[in-house]
């Protein structure tokens, strides 16, 4: 099976197992998004939907956010990790689309990545799932998933992000990044997996599986 019967496979097994997609974090607005994405670095989206309803019940835009300092920021978000760097990113980045963008979170790269603590897969997501513009952010769950899948040879994220661009159509970018996430948690998680369970990889990736030895 070549890269393109592949991605025909996958396409129509995602989409009859998940054919409708709802991004995972809780969020109300383009802000609300961006912080919970920011927030899911390094951690869980359960973990992130424990914390934000108390965040943003106290500061749901930029300017209540800049009326907190951030050692009240980081005392509620504490639980998802990294909370310092987190907390001071939060903070800066709302006073940055207050002074900057008047208040809007802005719906470009260049911007967004121009924001204290956000990298690109954070504004990958936010112009994905907050404005609709065709993004493919990679994750941890995609990045294996690629790999496993022998479409992309799992060097680093950047080369994962650009294969799977290349790959997969353009229109299908945005419901499939989710739907890849959405099976990788189910079906081929990091730890504990079962090959077997893994309906998608043993059709399409266990030879490169087995010819990189991987188990």
């Known amino acids: 099976m070549n890269k393109k019967e592949k991605t025909i496979f996958i396409i129509k097994k995602l989409e009859k197992l998940y054919p409708k997609v709802t991004p995972p974090l809780h969020h109300s607005d383009h802000f609300t998004l961006l912080i919970a994405v920011l927030l899911s670095a390094q951690s869980t989206d359960v973990g992130v939907n424990k914390v934000t309803p108390l965040l943003f019940s106290k500061a749901d835009n930029p ?39 008047n208040g809007k979170v802005p719906n470009d790269f260049k911007s967004l990545e121009e924001l204290p603590s956000v990298g690109h897969k954070t504004a990958s997501v936010v112009m994905s799932q907050a404005f609709g513009i065709p993004a493919f952010p990679v994750d941890t769950h995609i990045h294996r998933m690629m790999y496993r899948w022998g479409l992309s040879t799992g060097k680093n994220v950047k080369k994962t992000e650009h294969d799977a661009k290349r790959l997969f159509p353009k229109n299908l970018w945005n419901k499939l990044h989710l739907q890849i996430i959405f099976y990788a948690r189910e079906f081929s998680p990091a730890r504990g997996w079962n090959i077997k369970k ?3 990889t043993l ?12 188990t």
């Open 63 to 101: 300017y209540k956010m800049i009326k907190l300092n951030v050692s009240e920021i980081r005392n509620i978000i504490k639980p998802v990790g990294l909370s310092p760097i987190k907390a001071k990113g939060i903070f800066e980045l709302s006073k940055i689309i207050i002074k900057k963008h």
């Open 203 to 214: 059709k399409v990736g266990r030879k490169e599986l087995l010819k990189n030895k991987i």
């Open 198 to 200: 893994d309906i998608i």
